[in-house]
């Protein structure tokens, strides 16, 4: 089976703008989990979707939001960027047993 | 909400040597314990976890004991490679994984 996989591998965007990130879960595996880790505040949970339901959302305020579509694909919405929002940006599906490579997002 | 501290941030030691990283937890009904390793530029892997009702749990090199008790659980790598040189994050849920609390890590550094 392919792993989890995420994209863009890289973005680079400026204050204000919006980003869209994308995870595919291994398949067959319907929960996915985000996580942002900063190298100040480390790793630290966004969100879970299971079944195209958002179960659990972490302490993040409403610029950030996320779906999940019938083929258990998930994005992430991050909307009028910040600096701090520079990270890297983890999927995990299998109830986080297995992370994807990750999304790097720099703020400029 | 759920809070973990890890402990030592960093860990020096020589290969063939045991090293121990340390975890607390703050909330009683967390029962889901997994340990990751992340090398530079890579995703995290988990490499092992526990479960709330169990004590110790092995596998080849690596250990995992939980005190729930006192509300702590630890990481024991035996006859460590350089190999074995990574960050390590220890993290808590209350359920199966679908929501960690992290640690800060552990910078472990295995010299040859």
């Known amino acids: 089976k392919a792993g989890v996989t995420q994209t863009p591998r890289y973005l680079i965007k400026t204050r204000g703008q919006q980003v869209t990130l994308s995870c595919s879960p291994i398949?067959?595996?319907?929960?996915v989990s985000w996580y942002q880790q900063t190298p100040g505040q480390g790793l630290q949970f966004l969100f879970e979707?299971?079944?195209?339901?958002?179960?659990n959302k972490g302490n993040f305020p409403g610029r950030f939001s996320g779906r999940q579509f019938s083929n258990s694909r998930s994005e992430m919405n991050v909307s009028t960027l910040e600096l701090g929002d520079s990270a890297l940006y983890l999927c995990?599906?299998?109830?986080?047993?297995?992370f994807g490579p990750g999304t790097r997002l720099t703020v400029l | 909400g759920e809070n973990v501290e890890q402990h030592p941030s960093t860990l020096s030691v020589q290969e063939g040597d045991s090293a121990v990283i340390k975890c607390t937890y703050s909330?009683?009904?967390?029962?889901?314990f997994p340990w990751y390793k992340q090398e530079l530029g890579k995703r995290p892997q988990l490499i092992i976890d526990?479960?709330?009702?169990?004590g110790e749990k092995k596998d080849q090199r690596i250990a995992v004991t939980l005190n729930k008790t006192a509300k702590h659980f630890s990481l024991h790598i035996t006859e460590t490679q350089p190999e074995d040189s990574a960050v390590y994050f220890c993290?808590?849920?209350?359920?199966?994984?679908?929501?960690?609390?992290f640690g800060g890590g552990t910078r472990l550094m295995v010299k040859p």
């Open positions: 979707y299971f079944s195209e339901t958002q179960r």
């Open positions: 993290a808590a849920s209350m359920g199966a994984g679908n929501m960690l609390t």
């Open positions: 909330d009683s009904a967390s029962n889901y």
């Open positions: 398949s067959g595996h319907r929960s």
């Open positions: 995990a599906s299998s109830l986080s047993r297995y």
């Open positions: 526990i479960r709330s009702n169990v």
